[in-house]
């Protein structure tokens, strides 16, 4: 499966995105999806993941109650909203697949995409 992300770009605080993940490839459906993100100077970090018919979803603990995560298998393409922004959630966003495995660790997918950078000024 090939990933593309897309939806980053520049907010203020407070300011929500809607950040797409698009899959090509047979059998999206049989796949969990996650979110991470990178921030300058950092490592990659789990932000969302909602498995393949959409149970959980799980969230890092600095998003919950911020971001949502939702698919469409119809349209093979997973979403994460983003609210209330913060310039703490500067950073590159990744989407990624995998069969199977923990939902939060990234060397458990498989798959990703090329990553959306999104910016929050305070």
């Known amino acids: 499966v090939q990933l593309q992300a897309s939806g980053g770009g520049l907010v203020q605080a407070g300011g929500s995105l809607r950040l797409s993940c698009a899959a090509s490839?047979?059998?999206?459906?049989?796949?969990?999806v996650g979110w991470f993100r990178q921030a300058p100077g950092k490592e990659r970090e789990f932000v969302a993941a909602?498995?393949?018919?959409?149970?959980?979803?799980y969230y890092a603990d600095s998003v919950k109650g911020r971001f949502t995560i939702s698919r469409d298998n119809t349209r093979n393409t997973v979403y994460l909203h983003m609210g209330n922004l913060k310039p703490e959630d500067t950073a590159v966003y990744y989407c990624?697949?995998?069969?199977?495995?923990?939902?939060?660790?990234?060397?458990?997918?498989?798959?990703w995409g090329q990553g959306t950078l999104v910016t929050v000024s305070s």
């Open positions: 490839g047979h059998a999206f459906r049989s796949y969990s």
């Open positions: 990624a697949a995998q069969l199977t495995g923990s939902m939060a660790v990234a060397g458990d997918y498989g798959y």
């Open positions: 909602i498995t393949k018919s959409s149970g959980g979803p």
